[in-house]
């Protein structure tokens, strides 16, 4: 399923009580051209899941030569550097040499994958489960309000009609 608006005009209620960060903010979130919805809905969780860090979602997906989410300094040095689906391996290689870290945001069938690669030593992973992701594309609406609680590593996300919670399960480098 492709997603059918250009802009989602986001009015989100952020709330994390362990790091103290509470913010309400207007963002306005773009869909690739072309894109799937389940893939935009992993953007917007990689997205969220870093909200914190006040990173930025890329407007042009170039397959895997850019970020999916960044964060970048004010030389443009990549701090962060966030792909939601697995890279090839010349892309990661080149991704881990651009940034001071590397996050993917896998399926649970990435996530086996990537253990096999070379250079997924350097990188971090989380695991979205699918069907989390699909009742995320049902909440998608081209102005959507939505409020957001983190609690370790568990996101809660409701748009006042449906809830949905989020267990994110992180891997990091050794």
Not at 143 to 169: A, C, F, N, P
Request: glycine share 2%.
């Amino acid at each position: 399923m492709l997603m059918n608006a250009k802009v989602i005009k986001l009015d989100l209620n952020y709330s994390c009580a362990e790091h103290h960060h509470f913010a309400q903010q207007r963002h306005y979130l773009a869909p690739y051209p072309e894109e799937p919805a389940e893939h935009f809905a992993r953007r917007v969780l990689a997205w969220l899941h870093l909200y914190e860090s006040k990173p930025v979602m890329a407007g042009l997906h170039r397959s895997g030569k850019d970020p999916d989410v960044f964060i970048q300094d004010e030389q443009q040095h990549f701090q962060l550097w966030a792909s939601v689906e697995l890279l090839e391996e010349k892309y990661l290689r080149r991704a881990c040499h651009l940034a001071d870290q590397v996050v993917l945001f896998l399926n649970p069938a990435e996530q086996r994958q990537l253990s096999s690669m070379p250079h997924s030593a350097k990188s971090s992973s989380c695991v979205f489960q699918p069907e989390q992701l699909q009742q995320l594309c049902t909440m998608f609406q081209s102005h959507m309000e939505l409020s957001v609680w983190r609690e370790d590593d568990t996101i809660l996300l409701t748009d006042g009609k449906q809830h949905l919670e989020l267990t994110v399960q992180c891997q990091h480098p050794h």
